[in-house]
């Protein structure tokens, strides 16, 4: 099963204040140990919405809005992709985090959606496009 571990993102992230040493290293530990026990897929912080930008769908039309964007609770900076057995594990691996803000914060554990998930709408040759599309991505 693969989990997106969203990281939320806090005052101090989306005004551009950068990790300190200690806490870099902390991460690096963490990431090492993820690695080694083959759950870390992928990985990365993200810069502040302040940079960012949306785009809103309506029917046909596209409308690009430019950061920074209001609520920091439901922004994003940073993320990992594990590969764990169970939700189980994967919050299991997210208790032994250090903590990625000065403060408080909060990391949101999603499920990501497997080909099986979505039963017969996913075809056999959707299904084959899928699998050459990941072949494709995994050379890059």
Not at 18 to 33: A, F
Not at 93 to 100: I, L
Not at 121 to 129: D, I
Request: proline letters at 4%; charged letters at 30%.
């Amino acid at each position: 099963m693969r989990f997106m571990v969203i990281v939320k993102a806090d005052k101090n992230s989306e005004a551009g204040v950068m990790p300190d040493e200690k806490l870099m290293t902390e991460m690096g530990k963490y990431n090492e140990e993820l690695v080694k026990a083959g759950v870390l897929l992928a990985g990365e912080g993200l810069h502040p919405s302040s940079k960012g930008v949306r785009v809103r769908f309506n029917g046909t039309a596209r409308t690009v809005i430019d950061g920074p964007f209001a609520e920091t609770k439901e922004l994003v900076a940073g993320f990992w992709l594990f590969q764990v057995k169970s939700k189980e594990e994967a919050i299991e691996w997210v208790k032994r985090c250090p903590n990625p803000m000065l403060g408080e914060s909060e990391i949101e554990i999603r499920q990501v959606f497997e080909m099986e998930d979505f039963g017969e709408a996913m075809t056999p040759e959707l299904r084959a496009q899928e699998e050459r599309l990941r072949e494709a991505t995994a050379k890059n």
